[in-house]
């Protein structure tokens, strides 16, 4: 079945960076982007951005820009997310999805909490 | 860039309707595609209506979707509820540059 399957959860320092990944299968990974969604505690989704994996281009949301970098590794079908200069305000659940059509997000991981603490 | 809107909560009874409506500021809400989550306590975001309204395979019939271009506005109704349909449920758009996703609202069925 179509699944994606993120890493375990991370613990950093203010300051440092923290990288992600989503490993797809069941389908053909080049195929459909990937977006990265991220919620931290007891608020909404926040989309951050998505990566092509057939040409690697990328697309992040503005506030994110400068600080997070999506890329891929088409030989083991795996998306990745690296954040730098990690602040308390990014612990939170990171998300991995599919777009199954334009703007449809399906399948979703099963998210990645990313805990920063001095 | 645009921003969707969400009341923060509602509630209602098993058995009831409930309407939850999602509101787009700069542009259209036609003019891109509308998705539904439901995202249950501790879990991820799953599909409850997807392109404004069509349901994914196992997603019964009480779920349904709209738009409404004189509001600027989606909605998502369920319809004969029940105490599993407790959740949160955020609404998904996107235009040419960004996806944006509502606040969410947070049912509780009581």
């Known amino acids: 079945q179509v699944q994606v399957v993120q890493s375990g959860a991370e613990v950093k320092k203010p300051g440092a960076s923290v990288k992600v990944s989503c490993k797809a299968s069941?389908?053909?990974?080049?195929?459909?982007?990937i977006h990265w969604v991220r919620q931290a505690p007891g608020q909404g989704l926040e989309w951050m951005g998505w990566i092509n994996p057939n040409s690697g281009g990328t697309n992040y949301a503005q506030r994110f820009q400068g600080r997070v970098t999506m890329t891929r590794d088409t030989s083991i079908n795996t998306a990745y997310m690296e954040l730098t200069r990690l602040r308390s305000d990014d612990t939170a659940v990171y998300y991995c999805a599919r777009d199954r059509t334009i703007g449809w997000f399906a399948p979703w991981g099963q998210g990645t909490l990313v805990t920063v603490s001095s | 860039n645009f921003m969707l809107t969400q009341a923060h909560s509602v509630s209602e009874s098993p058995g009831k309707t409930v309407t939850i409506s999602c509101t787009r500021s700069?542009?259209?809400?036609?003019?891109?595609?509308v998705q539904w989550y439901q995202q249950r306590p501790g879990s991820f975001p799953t599909t409850v209506i997807y392109e404004n309204n069509q349901r994914p395979s196992g997603v019964p019939d009480r779920f349904s979707g709209s738009i409404d271009s004189s509001s600027n506005s989606a909605s998502l109704t369920i319809s004969g509820l029940k105490t599993e349909d407790e959740a949160d449920y955020y609404c998904q758009s996107f235009d040419s540059s960004s996806h944006v996703f509502g606040g969410g609202t947070r049912l509780t069925v009581l």
């Open positions: 700069g542009g259209s809400i036609a003019s891109n595609y």
């Open positions: 069941g389908y053909t990974f080049s195929g459909y982007y």
